[in-house]
Every structure is written in structure tokens, then in C-alpha cells.
């Protein structure tokens, strides 16, 4: 069991690492062109990406992208460190509200998804190529849940011995 919590630990961890990557690295570019010239180049970040919504008075979609793609993950993460650690007790009640925020974990993928659909305007003159964050978000998404998946699993195992 101590190993598992050490190997569930170390994914977690590449998980944060893929995270805080995927917050530093663009996941997007942006240039235009005419005839093969570039006129101008972007490089796009998550925050960034909230920035443009905020900027442009779309409040609703940057406060939505920066919840659910920056502050929901953060949480997240410190709820799967306290299932691993447990470092406090969360009474039972809020401990399944952080639990449930495990299912939302798709969302995460969508919000991206729609973020790259919305600045997604490829023509001859814009184009836009989805650079090495998105990739890094991605592995961190995946990696956080099977991460939530082998403690379920882990604590289902633990509670059937126990029976």
C-alpha cells in the first residue's frame, strides 16, 4: 500500500509538472502572412487566452476559461494531494463536493477546445497552429485522472480487505 501511495504520489507529480508547463508554454501561435511574409507573430498563453476575453468585454467566457482551466485544477490538485496525504480532515459532506470535482475533469479538454475553436481562423493571411502547452495541458489532464483513478481504486481495494 505505501508503495502505491508513492506511485500514485510520482504521478501526481508529473501532473502539477505537466500543469504549470502548460501555463508557461504557448498553446497557441498567430501570425499573418501575405505571400509567404510574415507580418506578425503571437504567441498565446492560457492566461493570455483569458486576457483577450476580458479585453474584448467577453466576461462571461474568460471568467468560465479562467475558472475551469486555471482555478478548478488548482483545486483539484491540493484535493487529490489530501486524499494521498491526508494532511487534514475534510468532513464528509465537503469531501464529496471536492470528489465530485474530479468529473469535471473533461470540461478542462472542452474549454481548450473551445478556446482553440474560437481563435481559430485559418486562412492565407491568419494562421494559427496549436503549439506544445496544449500538448502539456493535455498530458496533465490525463495524468490527474489516472491519478483520482488508481486512489479510487486504491481505497475501494483498502476497504474491501477491510470487510
Not at 500543469?19 to 498567430?30: D, E, H, K, N, Q
Not at 473533461?106 to 503549439?131: P, R, W
Not at 490525463?142 to 477491510?162: E, F, G, P, Q
Request: hydrophobic share 55%; glycine share 4%; with cysteine.
Amino acid at each position: 500500500m505505501l508503495k502505491s501511495k508513492y506511485i500514485v504520489a510520482f504521478i501526481l507529480l508529473v501532473s502539477v509538472a505537466f500543469f504549470i508547463l502548460g501555463l508557461i508554454y504557448p498553446i497557441m501561435s498567430t501570425k499573418k502572412q501575405v505571400l509567404g511574409l510574415v507580418l506578425n507573430y503571437r504567441e498565446i498563453r492560457l492566461f493570455d487566452s483569458v486576457s483577450l476575453f476580458f479585453n474584448g468585454k467577453e466576461y462571461l467566457l474568460g471568467t468560465i476559461i479562467f475558472l475551469f482551466t486555471i482555478i478548478l485544477p488548482i483545486l483539484k490538485y491540493l484535493e487529490i494531494i489530501n486524499r494521498i496525504f491526508v494532511l487534514f480532515r475534510i468532513p464528509e459532506r465537503i469531501d464529496r463536493v471536492l470528489h465530485l470535482l474530479d468529473k469535471w475533469s473533461m470540461l478542462d479538454v472542452f474549454l481548450i477546445a473551445l478556446l482553440l475553436l474560437n481563435f481559430k481562423m485559418n486562412s492565407t493571411i491568419i494562421v494559427m497552429q496549436i503549439e506544445v502547452g496544449t500538448l502539456f495541458l493535455a498530458v496533465s489532464i490525463i495524468a490527474r485522472m489516472i491519478c483520482t483513478t488508481l486512489i479510487d481504486y486504491l481505497h475501494l481495494s483498502k476497504n474491501h480487505v477491510s470487510r
